[in-house]
Structures are given as C-alpha cells and as structure tokens.
C-alpha cells in the first residue's frame, strides 16, 4: 500500500517481533474508523485503524520507527514500525487542498523517530474552515498482513500513554 499512496517500493518482510503497539499520538477522542465521514477510511479502502478528534494541534509518532514519507502538503506522514507495520497518519479530510497551508512538519522521509517524537503541528482553525474535518484517521497499511487488531476501548486518549492498538502480523 505504500507503494501506492507513497510512489515509494515496501519492504514486505516482517520481522520475528510480530506483535507492535501503538500508543495515542496526541491527546484526543476515540473515533470507529467505520464513523469517519469518508467512504476510503470508513470502508477500509486503504486498511484497519481508528480515528481521533483531535484535542490538540501536534501528531506525535505512535511508534518507534522509520518516516517512509511525508506528503508534500504535510497533511500526512507513513511510518515503517520495526516490525514492518505500515502506519499512515492522515490529518483532517480532504485537507490535501490546503497545499500544505496550516501544517508544519518536523521530520522528513528517512529519519529515525522514536514513540513520542514531534511529526506535524496543524491548525485547527484553518482545517475547520478551509477542509471537510479536523478527525484524524490512523491506518494501517498493510492491514493484510496482520493477524489482528486490538483497538482501545478508551474514549479518550492521552498523548503517550493510552494504548490505541495492538497490531499482531501473521
């Protein structure tokens, strides 16, 4: 899937570490991915995850890994997480018409990150009145390859510390 959101190959190799937790990457509420007004994430087009009503303006990595891609409009950013999770953090929808207007970010494809590093600091104002939703939905990619998905049964997340879900690949 990266290849095709990124233009950039995957590796399909998933390592010995099979289980990855993600933990919130900012402070927020809980969205079903199935809520999310846009039929791609919604029916799980571009793979499984959950979504946050933002609490507040900065994403932070959920895992520890590797920055694949940040779009050019800054509106997303792909993580590789050791274990070969493909994570993609979109913010807002259809905020890609922005071009980058509002969003500030903070790694580049190819850094190193750790759970808890900056990635993307956003408006809030500007998405409520230039885009259709501030609601972030968190993807992963490569959903095809996983065992299973635990996702929180929290409501609200704090950034760092609420487990937002478990991914365990084949």
């Known amino acids: 899937m990266f290849k095709k959101l990124f233009g950039k190959k995957s590796d399909d190799s998933v390592t010995a570490n099979k289980e990855i937790v993600l ?5 927020g509420k809980v969205v079903a991915l199935e809520d999310v007004p846009d039929p791609v994430f919604a029916e799980k087009m571009m793979g499984d995850g959950l979504a946050i ?3 507040d303006d900065t994403v932070y990595s959920p895992v520890d890994g590797e ?7 800054k509106h ?3 993580i590789k997480a050791a274990n070969g999770a493909e994570i993609l953090i ?3 929808l259809e905020t890609v018409g922005l071009n980058g207007e509002g969003f500030e970010a903070f790694v580049s494809a190819g850094d190193t990150v750790k759970m808890g590093d900056k990635l993307i600091s956003f ?10 939703s501030t609601i972030i939905p968190i993807i992963i990619t490569n959903s095809d ?6 996702k929180t049964t929290e409501t609200s997340l704090t950034k760092g510390e609420t487990h937002f879900f478990t991914v365990t690949f084949k």
Do not use: L, R, W, Y
């Open 23 to 27: 933990f919130a990457p900012m402070n």
């Open 53 to 55: 009503e933002p609490g």
């Open 67 to 73: 920055i694949v891609q940040v779009f050019p409009t």
């Open 76 to 78: 997303a950013v792909g």
């Open 90 to 92: 979109h913010i807002g």
């Open 123 to 132: 408006d809030q104002t500007i998405i409520k009145e230039k885009a259709k």
């Open 145 to 150: 390859k996983m065992e299973s998905i635990v």
